[in-house]
C-alpha cells in the first residue's frame, strides 16, 4: 500500500504531466467546496505556482449549493488568486419548480438535468480538453473503476482525478499537515457536502480539524449523509458521465 507521501508524489506528478502538455489548451477544474475538491486545488494551485503554468478555469459549488458554501468558496478562490472561476448556480437559468419536495422525488431527474447535462454543457462551452475532478477509489463503489485517467465521449475530453488512491484518512491528514481551511458545515457535522437538497448531518459536531480527523479514523461511512435513494442510482448516474 503506497504511503500518502508517495501518493502526493504521484497526484503533482500527474498534475503537472497533463498541465505542461495542454499549457496550449483549455483545462478546467471542477471545485465542489467539499474536502476531496479542496485538496486537490491546493495541489493543483501549488504546482502551477511552483512551475509557473497556466491556471485551468474553476466551475465551483453545485447546481443548488448551501449559502455557507458559496461564501466559503469565494473565500477560497481569493485565497488562492484563482480569478477564472464561475459559480456552477449562477449558470442555471430556469429552475422554479426545484424545491426539497420535488427534489425528493426527482433525484434521477434532477442529477441528470442540472449536474450531467450541465456539465457536458459546461465542457462544450469553451472545448475544454481536460477536465480535472477530486473523487476517490474508496469514496463510492461505483467510482473504484475510474482509475487516475479516462477519456470521456460525450464530449470528448480528458478526465483526470488526481485523488484516486487517496482514502478519507489520507485526505484529512493532508488537511490537517497543512492547515487547510475546510468548508464550516463539516464542523456542524457534514461529513459529504453537495447540494442542500441531498445533503445531511451524519456526525457529531466538531472544533477544528483534528478532531474531525481524530473521528474519521475510527472508521465512518461518509456518504451516510447524502440521500441514500440517490446513492442507489450512483451506477445509472455514472454510466451517463456523472463524476
Known sequence: MKTLDKKLALSRFLIYGV???KKDTRTLV??????????????????????NL??????????????????????????????NYTFWHELIKDADEVNEEWVSKNRFECCKRYKIDMMKDIIRSKDYEVVFVGIRADEHPSRSGAGYIRIEQDPVHVRVHPLFEW?????????????????????????????????????PEFNDVTEIFDY???????????????EEIMDRLRALGYF
Open 167 to 203: 482514502t478519507l484518512r489520507d485526505v484529512w491528514e493532508y488537511i490537517v499537515a497543512n492547515k487547510l481551511e475546510v468548508n464550516p458545515l463539516y464542523y456542524r457535522g457534514y461529513m459529504s457536502i453537495g447540494c442542500r437538497y441531498c445533503t445531511f448531518k451524519n456526525a
Open 19 to 21: 498541465l505542461a502538455a
Open 54 to 83: 497556466r491556471c485551468p478555469d474553476f466551475v465551483v459549488g453545485d447546481p443548488f449549493p448551501f449559502d455557507e458554501t458559496v461564501k466559503y468558496i469565494e473565500r477560497i478562490m481569493d485565497d488562492y488568486g484563482v480569478k
Open 216 to 230: 474519521v479514523v475510527r472508521g465512518i461511512n461518509e456518504r451516510s449523509g447524502r440521500a441514500q435513494d440517490k
Open 30 to 51: 471542477f471545485f465542489s467546496g467539499g474536502k476531496d475538491s479542496l485538496v486537490m486545488t491546493d495541489i493543483i494551485c501549488t504546482v502551477v505556482d511552483e512551475e
